[in-house]
């Protein structure tokens, strides 16, 4: 089996880079976890990787004169290391529409929220304040328009009548381990298909639903 080439891309501490990287280890798993990158080089995220034997590489955004020299420097990194999907995993910085765009279909993101709602940051704060009942988390495909493009998979939590901002990111956090590695493993197995803003597996249901799993988490 043909393994894609991934680079993870993260900025923190890299929680859902670490459950990339586990799933990436198992033999029948459809990719492999060929760089992670950050832009900022005291990432806690990078002495992780390193551990586990991942190439690693920071290039300090602040050192650049804009958003295209820096994206310059990360596609040389990402040709040397034979790239060929990229996921972001809690990268604190927009890419630009040429990158974006290079990258088309090859360039997936989670968000914590079910998205088309709750785009952009704070949104656990802003789905307690709106009173919602479901909340969850959303693995995209990324376009040049911020938190929009094919979405992949999609989890749900119920909204506790007791939760605060941290109790409800903690269990979505949860659901997020668990979709990025199964929406990674489709889009690298090649058998998930695009058609408008809709995806679907061209190898099964032949139809244009997004993955969901699990189901509404109660706990």
């Known amino acids: 089996m043909s393994r894609k080439r991934v680079a993870i891309f993260i900025s923190g501490r890299g929680s859902n880079m670490r459950s990339l990287v586990e799933a990436a280890k198992a033999p029948d798993y459809p990719a492999e976890i ?18 586990q034997g991942i190439a690693t590489a920071a290039v300090d955004h602040k050192i650049h004169a804009g958003r295209d020299e820096f994206e310059k420097s990360v596609q040389i990194l990402l040709d040397l290391h034979r790239v060929e999907l990229i996921c972001l995993a809690g990268f604190m910085r927009l890419l630009t529409a040429n990158f974006v765009r290079a990258w088309e279909h090859r ?17 656990h704060e802003r789905a307690l304040a709106d009173g919602v009942k479901i909340h969850g988390c959303t693995v995209h495909f990324v376009v040049p328009e911020m938190d929009q493009g094919p979405i992949i998979a999609q989890a749900a939590v119920a909204v506790l ?59």
Do not use: C, M, W
């Open 34 to 51: 060929a760089l992670v990158f950050s832009n900022r080089p005291e990432a806690e995220g990078l002495a992780f990787a390193k551990a």
């Open 107 to 123: 360039l997936i993101n989670i968000h914590p929220a079910l998205l088309p709602a709750y785009r952009g940051l704070h949104t």
């Open 161 to 219: 009548d007791d939760d605060t901002s941290d109790t409800l990111a903690a269990r979505v956090l949860k659901q997020e381990h668990l979709i990025y590695p199964a929406a990674l493993a489709r889009v690298a197995s090649g058998k998930l298909k695009i058609s408008g803003n809709r995806t679907y597996d061209d190898a099964s249901t032949q139809d244009f639903s997004p993955l969901r799993v699990p189901e509404i988490d109660d706990v």
